[in-house]
C-alpha cells in the first residue's frame, strides 16, 4: 500500500492525502454525533459535506488541465467580486464603471493563460487603476466619486488581482537548489491546503483553548491561541507536504508559517469588511462557511505573497 | 415561424387559450429559457428565490410586482416550470415592445406578452387594455402585472400603483393575487442601461390572496402587499 502511494505523482498523493483526511474528519463527525448528538454537529456536518465538495471541484479541475483551472479560479473571482459589489453602497452612476470592473476579470485571466507576466501583474494596479476613475468621471457626477472609485479598485485588487495569483503560481517552474524542477501545479496545491489547513485548526484550537482575543472589535473568534497553535500545527503539517515544493525543510517551516500569517490576515481583513457593510457572511453559497469570500479571504492575501516570494528565490 | 403576427383581438372575438399556443414559439421559449435565460439568472445573476412555494399550481392568477428593470419579466417568468410558460403572459407596452417587427416577434415568441395600448389617447374599443386583460385571464392566462406601470427611475423606490389591476380582480371574480418583491434588478440592469452588472438579485413571493372592496382600496392592498415583502 505505502509502495502504491510512493508511486503516485504528487498531484494524485495530495488527493489521497486530503481524502484520507476528509474520511478521517467524517467519521470523527460520525462518532461525535454518536456520542452526544446536538446542533453543534449540523454545522460541522455541512462545512464537512462542503469540504468534500469544494476539494472534489479543486482537483476535478486540476486533473481536467489548465483551461478548467483557468475557468474555475476566474469564476472563483468573480462570484467573490460578485459578493462584495453587492454589499456595497454603490450610486446609478456607478453602473459603466462596475461593467468595466467585471469586464477586467476575463481580461486578468487571459494574461494568466497566454502567460503575459507583465502584463498580469500591471493591468489592474495601472490600467484599471486609471480607466476606472476616467469611467466614472464620463457618469458626471462627483458626489461620491473618490469613494466609489476607490471601493471598486479595491474589489479587484483583492478579488481579480490577488486572486488570480493562485492561477498564475501554476505556470511558474520552481527551482530547487540541487536545479530539480517544481511544477507550479504542485505548488499551488501545496498554497491552498496549507492556508486552509491552518484556518481549521486556528478554529479548533481557538475552540479548544483561545482565551485571549487578537482583534476583539473586528473579530471576536480570533484568538491569539487559536492563532499560534492554528499557525504552528499547519506549518508542522507542511513539512510532510515537501513533496510539492523545491523547499528545503526549514524553508518549507518558514514558508507555511508565511502564509498562514498572510492568510489570518486576509481573513481579519475581510472580517473588518464585513463588519463594515454589518453582515455575518458573505453569501450563502457554500453551506457552513457562507459565501465565496468566506473561503477565499485568506487565500486574497497568502495568494500574492506565496507567488511572489516563489517567483523571486526560485525561478 | 414567420406566421404574421396577429393584430389585437376585437372584443367580439372569443381569446383562445394556454393550449392554442403554436407548437414552434412555445418550443422556442422553453429552449431559450433553458439554455439562456436560466444560466444565466443562476450562474450570472446569482438569483435568489423565496416562497416560490406560494406560486398556485392552477392558473388563472395575477403575479404582481415592483418594476425598475428588463430583469423583473425574466426572473419572473424563470420561476416556473419550462412546460407552464406557455399558460404565463406578461402584461406589456405595446408601444415600447411592440415598436418594431424585429421586437415584437422577440417578444411575442420569447416572453410570449400580452401586449396592451398604454396611451389613453390611442385606446380604442377594440384595443382596451382592461378587456384584453381580462379576456387573456378569462381564457385560462395567469399574468405578470406591473402596476407601476413603467420600470421607476430610482431602484430603491415603489411608485403608485395604478388602478388597472383593480378592474382586473372587480372583473374575473375570485382571482388569486400574488404579490412579489424583486430585489437589486434596478441595481443590476437600470433603465437606460444595457449590460448587467451582476449584483446578487432576489425575488421573494407572498402567498396567494384574493382582494374585495372599493377600487382604491384593491389597489392600496396589493401595493401594500408588494410593500411588505420588502420589509416596509
Known amino acids: 500500500m505505502i509502495g502504491a502511494y510512493e508511486g503516485l505523482s504528487p498531484l494524485w498523493r495530495m488527493c489521497a492525502i486530503v481524502g484520507g483526511i476528509l474520511t ?14 446536538g446542533a453543534y454537529t449540523a454545522e460541522l456536518w455541512a462545512r464537512t459535506r462542503s469540504w468534500w465538495i469544494m476539494a472534489g471541484l ?41 461593467v468595466l470592473a467585471f469586464a477586467a476579470i476575463p481580461i486578468q485571466y487571459a494574461w494568466v493563460a497566454i502567460d503575459w507576466y507583465g502584463m498580469f501583474i500591471i493591468f489592474i494596479p495601472v490600467y484599471m487603476f486609471l480607466a476606472l476613475p476616467i469611467r466614472l468621471v464620463l457618469s458626471k457626477q462627483t458626489e461620491g466619486f473618490v469613494a466609489s472609485a476607490s471601493q471598486i479598485q479595491w474589489g479587484l485588487m483583492a478579488f481579480v488581482f490577488g486572486l488570480s495569483h493562485m492561477s498564475y503560481l501554476s505556470r511558474l517552474r520552481a527551482m530547487g537548489p540541487e536545479g530539480a524542477l517544481s511544477d507550479g501545479r504542485t505548488l499551488l496545491l501545496f498554497l491552498v491546503f496549507v492556508v486552509e489547513m491552518s484556518d481549521v485548526l486556528q478554529y479548533v484550537w481557538g475552540k479548544t483553548l483561545g482565551r485571549h482575543k487578537v482583534v476583539p472589535t473586528v473579530s471576536p473568534n ?90 523571486y528565490f526560485h525561478t | 415561424v414567420t406566421q404574421k403576427q396577429p393584430d389585437e383581438a376585437p372584443l367580439s372575438r372569443r381569446e383562445k387559450g394556454p393550449s392554442s399556443r403554436s ?92 401586449p396592451i395600448v398604454r396611451k389613453r389617447e390611442d385606446v380604442t374599443p377594440e384595443n382596451d387594455p382592461r378587456q384584453a386583460m381580462v379576456a387573456a385571464l378569462k381564457a385560462g392566462f395567469s399574468l405578470i402585472i406591473f402596476p ?13 400603483f395604478k388602478s388597472g ?10 382571482l388569486p393575487v400574488v404579490a412579489a418583491y424583486l430585489e437589486n434588478m434596478g441595481r443590476s440592469l437600470p433603465k437606460g442601461a444595457w449590460i448587467p452588472v451582476p449584483f446578487f438579485c432576489n425575488v421573494l413571493i407572498g402567498p396567494a390572496r384574493t382582494y374585495a ?5 384593491i389597489v392600496a392592498g396589493i401595493q401594500a402587499a408588494v410593500r411588505d415583502l420588502r420589509g416596509d
Open chain 1, 222 to 311: 480570533k484568538t491569539w491561541e487559536g492563532l499560534i497553535g492554528g499557525v504552528l500545527s499547519a506549518s508542522l503539517a507542511s513539512l510532510l507536504l515537501r513533496f510539492l515544493t523545491p523547499f528545503s525543510v526549514l524553508e518549507t517551516f518558514g514558508v507555511a508559517v508565511l502564509i498562514t500569517v498572510a492568510g489570518f490576515f486576509g481573513g481579519t481583513v475581510m472580517s473588518a469588511v464585513k463588519r463594515d457593510f454589518g453582515v455575518k457572511d458573505f453569501g450563502s453559497l457554500i453551506p457552513g462557511h457562507g459565501g465565496m469570500l468566506d473561503r477565499l479571504d485568506g487565500l486574497c492575501y497568502a495568494a500574492p505573497v506565496f507567488f511572489h516570494y516563489v517567483r
Open chain 1, 58 to 98: 479543486f482537483f476535478a479541475a486540476a486533473v481536467a488541465g489548465p483551461w478548467m483551472s483557468l475557468a474555475l479560479f476566474a469564476f472563483m473571482s468573480f462570484w467573490a467580486m460578485k459578493e462584495y459589489v453587492t454589499l456595497l453602497k454603490t450610486r446609478a452612476a456607478d453602473h459603466a464603471a462596475l
Open chain 2, 23 to 114: 407548437v414552434a414559439p412555445d418550443f422556442l421559449q422553453r429552449l431559450f429559457f433553458l439554455l439562456v435565460v436560466r444560466p444565466f439568472l443562476t450562474l450570472f445573476i446569482g438569483l435568489k428565490v423565496r416562497g416560490r412555494e406560494n406560486l398556485p399550481e392552477r392558473g388563472p392568477f395575477l403575479l404582481v410586482a415592483n418594476h425598475s428593470s428588463h430583469l423583473d419579466t425574466v426572473s419572473l417568468l424563470a420561476l416556473f416550470p419550462l412546460g407552464r410558460l406557455k399558460e404565463i403572459r406578461p402584461v406589456a407596452a405595446a408601444d415600447y415592445f411592440e415598436r418594431n417587427l424585429t421586437v415584437s416577434f422577440l417578444t411575442r415568441t420569447f416572453f410570449n406578452i400580452l
Open chain 1, 24 to 37: 478521517l474528519a467524517t467519521a470523527i463527525l460520525a462518532f461525535l454525533q454518536l456520542v452526544r448528538p
Open chain 2, 213 to 217: 372592496g372599493t377600487t382604491p382600496e
Open chain 2, 165 to 174: 389591476v383593480a378592474y382586473l380582480v372587480e372583473n374575473v371574480p375570485g
Open chain 2, 148 to 160: 407601476e406601470g413603467t420600470r421607476s427611475s430610482s431602484p430603491e423606490e415603489i411608485g403608485r
